[in-house]
Antibody, heavy 121, light 108 residues
Framework: EVQLVESGGGLVQPGRSLRLSCAAS????????MHWVRQRPGKGLEWVSS????????AYADSVKARFTISRDNAKNSLYLQMNSLRPEDTAFYYC??????????????WGQGTLVTVSS | EIVLTQSPGTLSLSLGESVTLSCRAS???????LAWYQHKPGQAPRLLIY???RRATDIPDRFSGSGSGSDFTLTISRLEPEDFAVYYC?????????FGPGTKVDIK
């Protein structure tokens, strides 16, 4: 059974940093691209970032480019999102999602339960 | 960036009814790379349809997708209690993946 478990969320002040993690199990992690998707309070889903299986191709939404960094450790079956210079508008549930392809097709076939990031002073 | 518009915003329906949800793109979606997701409060979103019409693993056949170009639909036949949720369309035909604002299907 595919499982994705996010962690690392919490309350952080504007301008500070936070690192999210996603622990994957139930599939061969290094065969697949991975993504982060977020949902702001009362809003819809928003793609944040993607990384291919070997980390060769990485993409970001314009809203987080130059502030967030996606990475993965295939030896640890883990996906990460380093979030710097956080803004109140980054407040959201952050979901880790698996792609059915190693090269980032852009479909999210399995999702975690999400971790809440709150940016507030 | 491809903007997706979903209609209606909210639907109130009864068990056993059928419903068709609409998703319209601001430009043609390459290769019909359009997916549909179901999202319930406090749960992980669930992939229902990809490639506009292909059901994902373990999705019952009362869910069906159709459409091409810039107009797509999701049809749910014979609504069951577990189908009341928010439904999002998403395009992956361009490198900046985008979602629609969602259609909420609730119980009348």
């Amino acid at each position: 059974e595919v499982q994705l478990v996010e962690s690392g969320g919490g309350l952080v002040q504007p301008g500070r940093s936070l690192r999210l993690s996603c622990a994957a199990s139930g599939f061969t992690f290094d065969d697949y691209a991975m993504h982060w998707v977020r949902q702001r309070p009362g809003k819809g889903l928003e793609w944040v970032s993607s990384i291919t299986w070997e980390s060769r191709n990485i993409a970001y939404a314009d809203s987080v480019k130059a502030r967030f960094t996606i990475s993965r450790d295939n030896a640890k079956n883990s996906l990460y999102l380093q979030m710097n210079s956080l803004r109140p508008e980054d407040t959201a549930f952050y979901y880790c999602a698996k792609d059915p392809s190693g090269s980032s097709l852009g479909v999210f076939d399995y999702w975690g339960q999400g971790t809440l990031v709150t940016v507030s002073s | 960036e491809i903007v997706l518009t979903q209609s209606p915003g909210t639907l109130s329906l009864s068990l056993g009814e059928s419903v068709t949800l609409s998703c319209r793109a601001s430009q043609s979606v390459s290769s019909d790379y359009l997916a549909w997701y179901q999202h319930k409060p406090g749960q992980a979103p669930r992939l229902l349809i990809y490639g506009a019409s292909r059901r994902a693993t373990d999705i019952p056949d009362r869910f069906s997708g159709s459409g091409s170009g810039s107009d797509f639909t999701l049809t749910i036949s014979r609504l069951e209690p577990e189908d009341f949720a928010v439904y999002y369309c998403q395009q992956y035909g361009s490198s900046r993946f985008t979602f629609g604002p969602g259609t909420k299907v609730d119980i009348k």
